[in-house]
């Protein structure tokens, strides 16, 4: 397919495709998508190898937000059964994120629901922070905690978070439908204050709430622009109990055709796998790892994820390797500070199914697997042992 042959020239090059390539590639049909698979893998394998970096989340605090995003668990007015609980402190968080690490894990992303932190948040992360570096040798730190002010992500990259990360989610254009407490704006003053201060910076996207192909190629096309070190893939994970809860837009295939897509304009930078992929690419998880060289272990957020074991299983038997603490991610031209021109990447988040044995019909591929979504009860928060 010449589009395809096209797509991974410039991808080896790092040139930008066109909106129509990007458009064509999410609509390219079934009976092609191994190909799109093979031309975006040779992308990903040239820039990234065979490696998959792990990362792990710890939430800080969950729940009781006064952000109305409407994918979110955690949100204003939700009734999803969350787990509700106010900041870990240090200590809790370090053990929470040791688990990850001990797990494979190289990135440890502490996250925390609000609308942005306070200065006395900034010293209880910066607090953390340390507490995490001083246990896990070699470990990286990604901070979440909302929208920044002015000096925070300053204050957060000298108490040693080594990136921060900031989801742009949706097009500009749709974006005041999907949240009205802060704007499109508001995202990518965070993203670029996060690379102003010398962190590195993280934006992605949330795919399966209702938008078109052309609002994918909006978004990733202005991850490009923003010129993030990494690029979170989220497949909307439909709680109950949320505006979005009913939204059950996503195939496998699709969720690897806006991989592939992604890979395509962002060549050559960390694209992760993040909350969905268990419910949403199911048992094609591991064709997804031939786009993305990065995943999250174990569980997310406010939801269940696929058990640590299972990941580190996948991994190995789809012929890839776990990222060392002492391997760089990132290619040497983006590691080193600078894309060059026309370069780089420019710029979320258990039950039978089947009745008796042999009368009941398999799901459909975009039936609502609401079988799949799992609220988590074990790791950050509670009593339980992480899952890792």
């Keep these: 397919m010449d589009l395809l042959n096209t797509l991974v020239d410039k991808g080896l090059r790092r040139e930008l495709p066109t909106r129509d390539e990007a458009l064509a590639v999410l609509a390219t049909s079934d009976d092609d998508l191994l190909d799109v698979v093979a031309a975006a893998g040779k992308v990903r394998r040239h820039w990234f190898g065979r490696r998959v970096k792990l990362n792990y989340l710890v939430n800080l605090k969950s729940g009781l937000c006064p952000e109305d995003c409407s994918y979110c668990s955690q949100r204003l007015g939700s009734t999803a059964g969350i787990l509700k609980y106010t900041w870990l402190k240090p200590g809790q968080a370090s053990d929470a994120a040791a688990a990850g ?19 006395r948040d900034v010293d209880r ?44 989610n949706t097009s500009e254009a749709t974006y005041g439908e999907i949240t009205t407490t802060h704007t499109y704006e508001d995202r990518v003053d965070t993203v670029q204050k996060a690379h102003a201060a010398g962190l590195s910076a993280c934006s992605g996207l949330i795919a399966g709430m209702g938008e078109t192909d ?18 979170p893939v989220n497949f909307l994970i439909p709680f109950e109990g949320t505006p979005l809860g009913k939204e059950w837009n996503l195939t496998p295939q699709r969720c690897l055709r806006i991989l592939a897509m992604t890979r395509f304009v962002c060549p050559d930078v960390e694209v992760r796998i993040a909350g969905g992929r268990e419910v949403h690419l199911r048992t094609m998880q591991p064709l997804a790892l031939h786009l993305a060289n990065s995943i999250f272990l ?20 789809a012929g890839f390797e776990v990222e060392g603490t002492d391997q760089v991610t990132l290619p040497e031209h983006r590691a080193s500070g600078g894309c060059g021109e026309g370069g780089g990447c420019g710029s979320q988040e258990s039950g039978e199914v089947c009745g008796s044995a042999g009368t009941a019909a398999p799901p459909r591929a975009d039936e609502a697997r609401t079988d799949l979504v799992a609220v988590r009860r074990r790791g950050a928060g509670t009593d339980l042992a992480p899952n890792a």
């Excluded at 052309?214 to 622009?225: G, I, T």
């Excluded at 174990?298 to 038997?317: C, N, P």
Aim: aromatic letters at 2%.
């Design 101 to 119: 690490v001990a797990g494979g894990a190289k990135r440890v992303c502490l996250v925390a629901s609000g609308r942005g932190p306070t200065d």
């Design 125 to 168: 992360v910066s607090e953390t922070i340390k507490a995490i570096k001083d246990n896990n040798e070699g470990v990286e730190v990604c901070a979440c905690l909302g929208l920044l002010s002015d000096g925070q992500a300053e204050r957060l990259r000298e108490a040693g978070a080594d990136a921060y990360n900031h989801n742009l």
């Design 214 to 231: 052309e609002d994918l190629v909006d978004v990733v096309f202005s991850l490009r622009e923003l010129d993030p070190d990494s690029v």
């Design 298 to 317: 174990g569980d997310y957020l406010t939801s269940e994820g696929q058990a640590g074991k299972a990941d580190l299983e996948m991994i190995a038997d």
